[in-house]
């Protein structure tokens, strides 16, 4: 199956906005999984369309939809009869937006959302987003010990937190340099969109500022500011 038929197909496991459709409690995960499975095995692309998320609608018509799931009958319809065997209870989660560009998720437990520990990771390298707000945040703090972890290895020999100070310190002109990019990101960071190939990423923002990243050993590093 394309990659694209694929994604589409999977929209309805998005929780965030779903429709529902005539007998199904929107309010449970499972009873939309069930009835998006029983729809996808049994062909009723229209019935399963009624299902998606607002956001996995978006740009895509019911007769889009139909098509996919005609060219894909094989793949729509085994994909349908995993769904109505899930291996656990699903895992509903919610991410909030903040103003600084950073995001809290909430999971459900027991029927009460709870806030996932990873927000007291202040400093996380998890994915590229989180990878520029704990640089943003350690520079901000002068916590030059954190912003060493945020250095690619090429660059990371002989670096210093007395060094990254003395180059960064307030009054030093690449240090004023970095701090007038940090406030820029920082004000572009809530809106700002990061595309992702493999393991280097790149944030655009203002008329022709970027951020560029390196994955190095599952963590997210900051390659170049600019």
Partial sequence: MARRALALLLAATSFSALTG??????????????????????????????????DARQGVTVETYKVTVGRNKEESAELGKLL???????????TVPLASG?????????????????????YSQATPRQAIVGFLRAFSRRR????????????????????????????KPEGTRIAELVEAI???LPT????????????TYGSAGAVDFVREHGAWKIEDLR
């Fill in 144 to 171: 030059w010990d954190v912003l060493i972890k945020y250095t690619p290895d090429a660059h990371h020999e002989g670096l210093t937190e007395q060094r990254l100070k003395d180059a960064w310190g307030e009054g």
């Fill in 102 to 122: 950073e995001t809290v998720t909430l999971v459900l437990e027991d029927g009460r959302w709870k806030v996932d520990g990873a927000a007291l990771d202040f």
């Fill in 84 to 94: 109505l065997r899930p291996t656990d209870d699903p895992y509903v989660t919610a």
């Fill in 21 to 54: 459709c005539g007998g199904v409690n929107a309010q449970s995960p499972r009873s939309v999984l069930r009835a998006y499975g029983e729809s996808l095995s049994a062909g009723r692309a229209e019935e399963a369309y009624g299902l998606l998320s607002k």
């Fill in 192 to 203: 700002a969109t990061i595309e992702e190939t493999g393991d280097r990423a790149t944030m």
């Fill in 186 to 188: 920082r004000q572009a």
